[in-house]
């Protein structure tokens, strides 16, 4: 088993950045090849929003950036200009194979997340 944890959500300004942090634990050699950052607003669906696979990463915004310490089983997701609509429950995930991109069903492991407000 594969534990995820987050941290680094809070509450910011609208313009302003935050760094998430996603720390690995367990059969973490099982998830070396993909791991990703989902988020869900109230209300919405879960979607994706950045994945690193192997040395490429992967983003749906340009303001987003993911990046993985792999000795220290970390990954990190770095938000700039933020803005309102980027709150919800920012989620961290991973997966001993390769995922269909944002499929959320096709991910294994999940966080319980990590709160991020915009005003």
């Known amino acids: 088993q594969v534990q995820l944890v987050e941290s680094g959500g809070g509450s910011v300004q609208a313009g302003g950045s935050l760094r998430l942090s996603c720390a690995a634990s367990g059969y973490t050699y099982s998830i070396s090849s993909c791991m990703g950052w989902f988020r869900q607003a109230p209300g919405k669906e879960r979607e994706g929003v950045a994945r690193?696979?192997?040395g490429n990463s992967y983003h749906v915004d340009g303001r987003f950036t993911i990046s993985r310490d792999q000795s220290r089983n970390m990954v990190y997701l770095q938000m700039n200009s933020l803005k309102p609509d980027d709150s919800g429950v920012y989620c961290c995930t991973a997966d001993s194979g390769v995922p269909r991109g944002y499929d959320t069903t096709s991910w294994k492991y999940w966080g319980r997340g990590t709160q991020v407000t915009v005003s």
């Open positions: 690193i696979l192997g």
